[in-house]
């Protein structure tokens, strides 16, 4: 099978740079990015420092890797375990961890959040990439897997399926199918509300959108139907890594995470050699970082190879 490792550390290694860049103007508005980064093509990354976002992905990986696929009580444990304050976590996945680390179940815990209606917020997608490489040539199964890894802090049917989306998405990338991505996408989702955002990213990609269509029309918040579709449209628009997650990032809001998932559809498909070498070499190094993470991906194919 002609499949490149590459594919898979490309996920991973890009979803951590695509958060990175994003991280220190998350909350800032499309102009104050512009501030920080400026007008020119070639952005630095400044720190090279991830967040939550990508603590929480290699919390999924370690765990895929352990179990040979998916074990909640585990999955969670990692992200207790993993679990570090100042990599600035969503409300509502702080309270499911604490709660779990208090004797709740997975299973029961994110159903308290929201006054019981569960998180629609996008960190399950945000985390999401091992799932999407790990289970890219099956959808029904990905779609369980997806739903499940987010059902530990995201039991909002609307988190779940942002989840499922953005690990579908990376699947596509992985297998090459850029093309007619968003179609397939549509067949794939169940929700109205998804289907619907898809078919705008479609409208907004044929008459040419203006960074402001995108941002009132798709969305650069924290939940995960206003941020999912704007990274599968920012990876759809552009023909590089680094076009399409500046694309991402430079739209302001929650650029961290639509910087990740941007990242890690495009890391998917056109592999960790087209990510900037002066993006990585700036990442953060250290007992989790970019060779570790690069090293996830590496077993995670390993182990799918041989499945
Ligand atoms: O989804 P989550 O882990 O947050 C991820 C974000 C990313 O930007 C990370 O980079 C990090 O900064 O945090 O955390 P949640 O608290 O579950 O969801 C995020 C936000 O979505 C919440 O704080 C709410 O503002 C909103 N939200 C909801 N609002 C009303 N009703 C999520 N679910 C609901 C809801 O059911
Ligand atoms: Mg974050
Ligand atoms: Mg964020």
């Keep these: 099978m002609g499949l490149d490792v590459d ?19 998350e909350g800032y508005s499309r102009g104050k990015v ?11 990354m400044k720190s090279g420092r ?35 304050e100042r990599r600035g976590y969503g409300p509502g996945s702080k309270e499911a961890l604490r709660r779990i680390s208090e004797g709740e179940s997975w299973e029961e815990a994110s159903k308290k959040l929201f006054g019981g209606n569960g998180s629609y917020g996008n960190g399950a997608a945000m985390r999401i990439a091992p799932v999407g490489i790990f289970y890219y040539d099956d959808a029904e199964v990905l779609r369980a897997i997806a739903y499940k890894s987010s059902h530990i802090t995201h039991s909002h049917v609307l988190g779940k399926e942002g989840a499922a989306l953005q ?10 199918q850029k093309e007619d991505m968003l179609s397939r996408l549509k067949e794939f989702v169940k929700s ?8 705008k990213a479609e409208q907004l990609l044929d008459k040419g959108a203006n960074e402001g269509d995108i941002i009132r029309e798709l969305g650069t918040g924290e939940a995960a139907f206003n941020s999912v579709p704007t990274a599968i449209y920012s990876f759809i628009r552009f023909n590089s890594f680094k076009d399409a997650v500046t694309y991402a990032v430079s739209l302001g809001g929650d650029t961290d995470t639509i910087g990740a998932m941007t990242g ?17 070499g700036k990442l953060e190094e250290g007992e989790k970082g970019k060779s570790y993470i690069k090293r996830l991906g590496e077993v995670l194919y390993r182990i799918k190879m041989q499945l």
């Design 7 to 25: 594919k898979f550390t490309g996920a991973l290694i890009g979803s951590a740079v695509g958060d990175a860049l994003g991280a220190p103007v």
């Design 34 to 44: 512009r501030s920080v980064y400026g007008e020119g093509e070639e952005w630095a």
């Design 50 to 84: 991830y967040t939550d976002d990508t603590q929480m992905m290699i919390g999924v990986a370690e765990s895929l890797i352990e179990n040979r696929g998916f074990n909640g009580a585990d999955m969670a444990l990692k992200f207790i375990q993993n679990y570090d």
């Design 167 to 176: 690990a579908y998405s990376i699947a596509l990338a992985v297998r090459g």
């Design 192 to 199: 109205e509300a998804y289907k619907e955002k898809i078919t």
């Design 264 to 280: 890690a559809i495009s890391g998917a498909f056109y592999g960790e050699g087209a990510i900037p070498k002066g993006w990585i």
